[in-house]
């Protein structure tokens, strides 16, 4: 009677010990990447004309087998504006209505609350158009790196550094303006400051509050950034 007890007992400890295990893994989940499909980055997307100054565009993304529903949003670069978040999409595909010729950024995340588990997309851009001809589409509007909104920043023998990301959809060669002021963001530039070509510059400060912004040209036509504050100690 012996025997057969112990091999119970070594059975339970077994088996507790695997429960426990699998119960271990699961409580911390990775961080996901959900992928973006169409309309591809810094392209144009060609949807469906519904007025003179409207279109219908769709955006799709591939699917994450753990998820059960996106959150999509939509932003209007040109106005720094969110012009969409929808929640609780159950497909991998969105279908909606943009101004025509205006550039936007779009991105999607999700969230499995039964695995507390993440997915989050690139943020990517693109212009909406369809039934107009344009030969030159302006640059997206840079995408601001550093310092960011609100940021407190240490200036180094006087100076800081200034980062930036420009695009394009046909890849033409952009160049940049910096502003950069204590009042607004929008006075004049100093000409040491103009037709730029790298995405970065070392800028001699004083301590106080900054705005700064980057318009980038593609020799045709241009596209201003948003405006960042931030604080120089």
């Known amino acids: 009677m012996r025997k057969p007890l112990i091999y119970i007992v070594l059975l339970l400890v077994i088996f507790s010990t695997a429960c426990s295990k699998d119960d271990n893994e699961n409580t911390a989940p990775e961080l996901g990447e959900l992928h973006l499909s169409i309309p591809l980055d810094n392209s144009t997307c060609e949807g469906k004309s519904i007025s003179s100054t409207k279109c219908e565009v769709v955006l799709s993304w591939e699917p994450t087998s753990d998820q059960e529903s996106y959150t999509l949003k939509v932003t209007n670069l040109q106005t720094s504006k969110v012009v969409l978040i929808q929640n609780d999409i159950k497909t991998t595909s969105y ?15 999700s ?39 609100d940021k407190i920043v240490t200036a180094v023998d006087g100076k800081i550094t200034l980062k930036w990301a ?32 790298d995405t970065q510059i070392s800028v001699a400060v004083a301590s106080g509050t ?7 040209s593609d020799g045709n036509s241009s596209s201003f950034s948003q405006i960042v504050k931030f604080t120089v100690n």
Do not use: C, H, M
């Open 166 to 197: 420009g695009s394009d959809t046909d890849s033409s060669v952009l160049k940049y303006t910096v502003y950069l002021d204590k009042v607004d963001g929008k006075q004049t530039p100093a000409a040491t400051l103009t037709n730029l070509s």
């Open 111 to 149: 969230f499995n609350g039964a695995l507390e588990k993440k997915n989050s997309s690139s943020v990517w851009k693109f212009y909406a158009s369809a039934g107009v001809s344009v030969t030159n589409y302006a640059p997206f509007p840079a995408d601001l790196i550093a310092p960011i909104q």
């Open 210 to 216: 900054y705005y700064w912004r980057v318009k980038t």
């Open 95 to 109: 279908k909606l209505t943009l101004d025509k010729n205006v550039p936007f950024s779009w991105e999607v995340s």
